[in-house]
């Protein structure tokens, strides 16, 4: 399996045991990369699923809110692989409610997840990377890291700082085959967005399908869902020699959304 693309490199994906970063995880795995996993829940089954594709995975239960963890995490995938050669920053929490009644321990707790992880682990990343002049950040931000939902205030705030590093970190390594682009999706049909639609159907006393309908007439006029896989592919495309010169992008998969 070594005519792969990405046979021999290590793939670092956070939040990756289910939803968009086992997509991602998975995607990097048929193309040959070993993968350092991170997440919670159900680990066994998503590390199987990886293991299949015939290629190695690890995983390490780092919490993305503690430095001292993250660190740990990029030492145990440089004992475990010899590095990290892509960096797949995934790991995110909601939270809903206005700027007024926004409980204050959860502003912390997503901007230290979803926004600082993010630049901890790019920090550690960057040195081999830039020894080995090649490297592939990878951030999955969102539509909301362009524009913004009301009672979103700490979600979005993270995900326009998250779009702001990965054009800085784009900069910095212009010149080497190092490249950080994002990736920013609208609504993705994930466990986290199902509970959503469920929870509307029951309150609203209608269909899935018709909760499914009102929830992407919101804000996606293409009215379907992105996919995880599709993610993966586009992951898969930042990482290939033709997106060389693809730097500091945030490239929206999002059905229009952000096109109205």
Known sequence: MSDRMLSGKTALVTGSTSGIGLGIAKALAAQGA????????????????????????????????????????????????????????????????????????????????????????????????????????????????????????????????????TKVTALENATRNVTCNAICPGWVLTPLVQKQVDAKAAAMKISNEEATKLLLGEKEPSMQFTTPEELGALAVFFCSDAANNVRGVAWNMDGGWAAQ
Not at 48 to 56: M, T
Not at 63 to 85: C, L, R, W
């Open 34 to 165: 070993n993968i350092v996993m991170n997440g919670f829940g159900d680990i066994e089954g998503p590390q199987a699923e990886i293991k299949a594709l015939g290629v190695q995975v690890a995983y390490h239960g780092a919490d993305m809110s503690k430095p001292a963890d993250i660190e740990a995490m990029h030492a145990f995938a440089q004992q475990t692989f010899g590095g990290v050669d892509i960096l797949v920053n995934n790991a995110g929490i909601q939270h809903v409610a206005s700027v007024e009644d926004f409980p204050v321990e959860r502003w912390d707790a997503i901007i230290a997840i979803n926004l600082s992880s993010a630049f901890h682990t790019t920090r550690l990343a960057l040195p081999d990377m830039q020894k080995k002049n090649w490297g592939r950040i990878i951030n999955v931000a969102s539509v909301h890291g362009l524009v913004a939902s009301a009672q979103k205030s700490a979600y979005v705030a993270a995900k326009h700082g998250i779009v702001g590093l």
